[in-house]
């Protein structure tokens, strides 16, 4: 039986760049705000809760972990990280609740283009990217379903190097816990 960490014993590790013991802060705080979420999209019809209380909770971690100097009560961690948590949660309902769950069917209902629809300049390219980019932004669709959708079809447009770089704002121990 693994034994019971305090509050002030998660903060502190939590500021251990790199540690064991901030990685077992982040697996232990990613179980409980993980159960918090996902108890929260239950309730709703969101499509898939269990993907979204993943992004909500590993969204929620990125912010204890970025900004874990701003809390002010230390052995009131689980508190303030429960707070962020919800949050992230009601924020992504809202979300949801303001875009038609529609409409990612209406583009795949659509035939298929013909070869005279593929763009035969730059500027065409572009602007076609920038549709499927911004159709991917307003999509009902989890955060992580929308990153696996862009990796698999747009890396080869954007640059695997370019895309990487941008996305590594956290220690990868936060999204080690989705898996």
């Known amino acids: 039986m693994s034994r019971t960490w305090t509050d002030r014993e998660l903060y502190t590790a939590f500021g251990q760049d790199g540690?064991?013991?901030q990685r077992q802060a982040f697996e232990i705080l990613y179980q409980e705000l993980y159960a918090i979420s996902w108890f929260m999209l239950q309730t709703t019809s969101a499509p898939e809760p269990q993907a979204l209380a993943q992004d909500c909770t590993q969204e929620a971690l990125v912010k204890i972990w970025k900004y874990l100097d701003t809390c002010e009560q230390?052995?009131?961690?689980?508190?303030?990280?429960?707070t962020i948590v919800r949050n992230q949660t009601l924020n992504e309902i809202a979300r949801l609740?303001?875009?038609p769950?529609?409409?990612?069917d209406r583009v795949i209902d659509q035939p298929m283009l013909?070869?005279?629809a593929i763009p035969s300049t730059a500027f065409e390219q572009q602007e076609k990217q920038l549709a499927i980019l911004d159709l991917l932004a307003t999509a009902?669709?989890?955060?992580r379903s929308r990153y696996v959708i862009l990796a698999k079809y747009l890396l080869d447009i954007i640059g695997?190097?370019?895309f990487t770089r941008?996305?590594?704002i956290c220690p990868p121990e936060v999204g080690a816990y989705s898996r």
């Open 160 to 162: 695997n190097k370019e």
């Open 19 to 21: 540690s064991e013991h």
């Open 140 to 143: 009902p669709i989890s955060d």
């Open 74 to 82: 230390p052995d009131s961690l689980r508190h303030w990280a429960k």
């Open 101 to 104: 769950q529609d409409s990612i």
């Open 114 to 116: 013909d070869q005279s």
């Open 166 to 168: 941008e996305r590594t």
């Open 97 to 99: 609740k303001r875009k």
